[in-house]
């Protein structure tokens, strides 16, 4: 009885403990999404978001509660269970990944030894997911589409893992904790600042972001 109850202690913190990881990393990504646009609008000369709350801020809700609501249009030749679960791939696989990101020193889900090859794995894996979406709505342009994205993020791929093996030299490990703590004394972006400002540039591209 003890063995159950200590059991299901466990899950439910493990449970809360994601809880904490994806819920405020949602909440950010929606409000960087209306930072993004309020930066497009101001070098636009426009104003951006900013009819709904105040200054717009309950603008990324809106837009939220909008999608949730929206009818899923599904192509009648489609391949039904795959054209569904091919985005829950790849948006779990994208939470999966931080898992093993440090927030804070012992603030982690999982101290994995191997969380730097670990993430690559998971951002592989994501890629599986766009070219199942492509082919399951039996079209030929949005597969197309599909392998052009593909394409695209496993060259990004490649250029990030050359980046980051210069992090492994310096560092001799692939532990994200211990690589955060290597970095006591001096931030890795200064003595690799070309790497730093080329990695930024592919951060906005791989997440098909609308150029500035």
């Known amino acids: 009885m003890s063995k159950i109850v200590g059991t299901g202690l466990g899950f439910i913190e493990v449970l809360l403990k994601l809880l904490a990881i994806v819920v405020p990393l949602l909440i950010s990504v929606a409000y960087f ?10 070098m636009h000369r426009r104003r951006g978001p900013n009819v709904v709350g105040f200054l717009g801020l309950l603008q990324p809700l809106a837009d939220g ?5 929206k ?17 829950m791939v ?10 093993v ?11 994995v030894n191997l969380g730097l090859l670990y993430i ?36 990004y791929e490649i250029s990030i893992g050359l ?9 001799g490990s692939l532990n994200l904790s211990f690589i955060i703590l290597s970095q006591e004394n001096v931030w890795f972006m200064f003595p690799l600042f070309p790497s730093f400002f080329f990695i930024w540039d592919i951060c906005f591209s791989r997440n098909k972001s609308t150029p500035f």
Not at 90 to 99: E, K, M, Y
Not at 101 to 111: A, K, T, W
């Open 33 to 42: 999404t209306l930072a993004e646009r309020k930066l497009m609008a101001g």
């Open 65 to 69: 509660l909008k999608l949730f609501v």
């Open 71 to 87: 009818e899923s249009i599904i192509p009648s030749n489609s391949n039904y269970v795959l054209f569904i679960l091919s985005p």
């Open 90 to 99: 790849t948006f779990i696989l994208s939470i999966v990944g931080w898992g």
């Open 101 to 111: 990101i440090p927030f804070g020193f012992g603030r982690v889900l999982s101290d």
């Open 120 to 155: 690559f794995m998971i951002s592989s894996l994501g890629v599986y997911g766009i070219i199942c979406a492509g082919w399951a709505s039996n079209s030929k342009y949005a597969f197309l589409g599909a392998l052009r994205s593909a394409a695209q993020m496993i060259s």
């Open 163 to 171: 980046i980051v093996i210069s992090v492994i030299f310096l560092t």
